[in-house]
């Protein structure tokens, strides 16, 4: 009767082993996603400080230069990327004021989703 009592005792000893072996990975595994999900969201966050950067020198250069179209462009593909849909729009209206006929420009307002006012 003891040698069962041993024999359960011991199985119970392991289960309890297996079970806390399974939770200390589980938590390693948790830790690691966590860390990898921070470097990612870090990562998002460098691309906007520079996309936002980007924006900033490019609105310096519209006001510098208010005729250059092909700098309105590239300020409305940036004032889109950062979800400014108004302010793209009109820097591609402003663009379309000095080429009213340009496909490219058609192209970009088609791409960006935005429609060019007549």
């Given at each position: 009767?003891?040698?069962?009592?041993?024999?359960?005792?011991?199985?119970?000893?392991?289960?309890?082993?297996?079970?806390?072996?399974?939770?200390?990975?589980?938590?390693?595994?948790?830790?690691?996603?966590?860390?990898?999900?921070?470097?990612?969201?870090?990562?998002?966050?460098?691309?906007?400080?520079?996309?936002?950067?980007?924006?900033?020198?490019?609105?310096?250069?519209?006001?510098?230069?208010?005729?250059?179209?092909?700098?309105?462009?590239?300020?409305?593909?940036?004032?889109?990327?950062?979800?400014?849909?108004?302010?793209?729009?009109?820097?591609?209206?402003?663009?379309?004021?000095?080429?009213?006929n340009n496909e490219i420009?058609?192209?970009?307002?088609?791409?960006?989703?935005?429609?060019?006012?007549?």
């Amino acid at each position: 009767m003891k040698r069962w009592g041993n024999l359960i005792y011991s199985v119970k000893v392991r289960r309890l082993e297996v079970v806390i072996s399974v939770l200390l990975i589980v938590v390693w595994l948790a830790s690691a996603i966590t860390v990898l999900e921070e470097k990612r969201v870090n990562k998002l966050w460098e691309i906007r400080r520079d996309k936002e950067a980007k924006l900033e020198k490019l609105v310096e250069l519209s006001i510098q230069y208010p005729d250059y179209r092909d700098l309105l462009y590239r300020l409305a593909i940036s004032q889109s990327e950062l979800g400014n849909d108004d302010a793209a729009k009109e820097a591609l209206n402003r663009a379309r004021y000095l080429d009213p006929n340009n496909e490219i420009l058609i192209k970009i307002a088609g791409s960006l989703g935005i429609s060019l006012s007549n």
